[in-house]
């Protein structure tokens, strides 16, 4: 099940479900055990929520509904006023919540690592194209009989990177 505070799939319904089925044969579900719930938040919040139906009590629950709806879907569902105890609980629990912190943080630090390590790719690709184009420049001007000197001028290589470049 994957609850998303963000719209990832092209549909209105903010509760979507997949199954496995062959590729050309789409009738074949491989088992009916698996399925793969997409749950939208955004969508959810554009409908008006069907407190009858279990899933919009539990969305209405995770989403910070306000106390008065809140009261009402907890006298009709058990399993949510149960929920809302343990969550009680785990958030006044010291120990908890420092495992938490830590959880998101690590998190957090994967993230701004992925998106440096993105960022240093990019700077890598940009200057091997940037080196590339030198070369492939440099390989030009000695086809047309243009000195080394000269090419180390133009594209700011040194003569000594030329020649091992270039050979």
Known sequence: MNILDFNYIELE??????????????????????????????????????INK????????????????????????PAIQKAEKVLEYLSSNEEMIRLYELREKAIHDEITRM??????????GKLE???????????????EGISIEKIAKITKLSIEELKKLLN
């Open 13 to 50: 319904k903010y509760h979507t479900v997949f199954h496995l089925r062959e590729d050309e044969d789409k009738d074949y579900i491989l088992t009916d055990v698996l399925e793969i719930h997409f749950i939208e938040l955004p969508k959810f919040r554009k409908v008006e929520p069907d």
């Open 54 to 77: 279990s899933i919009d009590r539990w969305l209405l629950f995770l989403d910070n509904t306000t106390e008065e709806v809140l009261e009402m879907i907890k006298k009709q569902d």
């Open 115 to 124: 998106n440096g390590a993105r960022e240093e790719g990019k700077k890598e």
């Open 129 to 143: 194209g940037k080196l590339e184009g030198k070369l492939e420049d440099a390989q030009e001007m000695l086809k």
